[in-house]
């Protein structure tokens, strides 16, 4: 009998899953949208339901495209969305909305616990901040409060009815001793109640079974195997064939993010992390930029609306046809992606998104090619950041997410950064496909060195020389920008 893996993306505003057999051929796909709210300024939020019913519709979609039955489903794994907090009670029952990675709101316990620490350790998004937050303004929740859930550990318990496994179970985490000091520290900065933090499965072992409510929710058999879960920076690393130490990406989805394999640990620049790969082994250095596509995509509607409603989709493909039509440099034009604030490579929650020296003569795409630009200026900052903390360097670097099918765009990547970039086939289920592949080396059907062979990639672009001064120049005048702007942004969003 064909055996399968079922495999999410669970990202920011939806959710992909994907059914892939031993060869890591993808057999079908489908996916759900889910909204974002703001109640307040700052304030990110989404609701669990829409989680949770999103995961189970895309699940029976996925079966019923396909054609195969439950009981070909071997394993099943979640990529998801970092940094989100939900707290739940002993029974599992959501006391508050997910507070998204997004947000926003826990500046003043970032600020406190970086004081308490004498270092800047954490960012506002940072779990043990919202956490801090919740027990200071929410108190009566806090209490409450048996469990705080990242996407991951809600989805997982909501397939098994695990909420927490056995410390003493071989699968925890065991933190590089550097990261857990921090973790350590940050935690006891921060007035946190240790017990409420659930341990971590590594992605490769099984975190439990689904059990009769999450089969029946799912449309799936009970009894099959749940892999712990991955945020979406290690899944998109390990989609991208980005499993062996010196290998990087990049990922272009509604956030974008650098990941560089590396095996010690290094003091990053702020806004920098280190966490965990699929590779135990090794550890990803990161940095994340908050708005990626989103900041495309805001362009898009704000400028192309008319187009957007007519085209639906297929705007896409309309405006990189288009923006071709821009020579490089966007006839000095400037934009910054700083929508949601920012955390790497400029760590700062007041920034704010922004187009610069706009003329008479630019034209409604000279803005969607300023943005594209602006996140390749982003994304070459912390690739800087990298080699400047780490004293390694790149020659090139795999890019995956629904940014990289643009050509177009990858051209300019390759222009802005210098390196060789890479693109992967099925691009847009990178995600789900470094989910899959935690599954598939859990079930025994490979190992971290032939990982890649569920990779296979399909178009590379190299850096055109011509254009290494124009962008080098604009870089430099890009960082620039936030230099001359952040004192402003403090005062008119601190």
Known sequence: ?????????????????????????????????????????????????????????????????????????????????????????????????????????????????????????????????????????????????????????????????????????????????????????????????????????????????????????????????????????????????????????????????????IREPVAGAPGSYLISSINPELLIYGGCTNSCCKMLNWTIDRFFAREHEELGADIFSYINEEVEKIDPGCDGLYAAPWLFGEQFPVCDANARAMFFNIREDHSRMHFIEAAMESICFSMKWQIELFMKDTGKSLDEIAVNGGGSLSDHWMQMMADITGLVVNVPQETCHSGAIGAGIAAAIGLGWCGFDDAGTFIKFDKTFFPRKEYKELYEEKYGRFKELYAISKEIFKKLNG
């Not at 921060?190 to 929710?217: H, M, N, S």
């Open 1 to 261: 009998m064909e055996e399968l893996i079922l495999a999410y993306d669970f990202g920011t505003s939806g959710v992909k899953a994907i059914l892939i057999d031993r060869e890591g051929h993808v057999l079908s796909t489908s996916e759900e949208a889910y909204p974002l709210f703001n109640p307040e300024p700052l304030y990110v939020e989404q609701s669990t339901d829409d989680y949770w019913n999103a995961v189970c519709h895309v699940t029976r979609k996925v079966m019923e495209t396909a054609g195969r039955s439950p009981e070909q489903v071997k394993g099943m794994s979640f990529s998801v969305q970092a940094y989100n907090t939900i707290p739940v009670d002993k029974e599992g029952n959501v006391l508050h909305s997910a507070i998204s990675w997004l947000d926003g709101r826990a500046q003043e316990e970032a600020e406190a616990i970086n004081h308490a620490c004498g270092a800047e350790l954490v960012r506002s998004q940072d779990f043990q901040c919202r956490m801090m937050w919740v027990k200071n303004k929410l108190p009566e929740i806090y209490e409450k409060t048996y469990a705080f859930l990242d996407c991951s550990g809600f989805l997982q318990y909501k397939c098994t009815g695990v909420m927490f496994v056995d410390k003493d179970y071989d699968g925890i985490v065991r933190h590089n001793p550097v990261i857990q000091e921090y973790l350590d520290a940050t935690v006891a900065a921060a007035g946190i109640d240790q017990a409420k933090l659930p341990p971590f499965v590594e992605p490769c072992r099984v975190y439990g079974l689904t059990d009769k409510r999450g089969a029946a929710d799912l449309g799936l058999r009970e009894g099959i195997p749940v892999f712990g879960g991955m945020s979406d920076v290690p899944a998109a690393a390990a989609g991208c064939a980005c499993t062996k130490e010196g290998e990087a990406h990049l990922y272009l989805g509604t956030s974008g993010w650098l990941s560089a394999l």
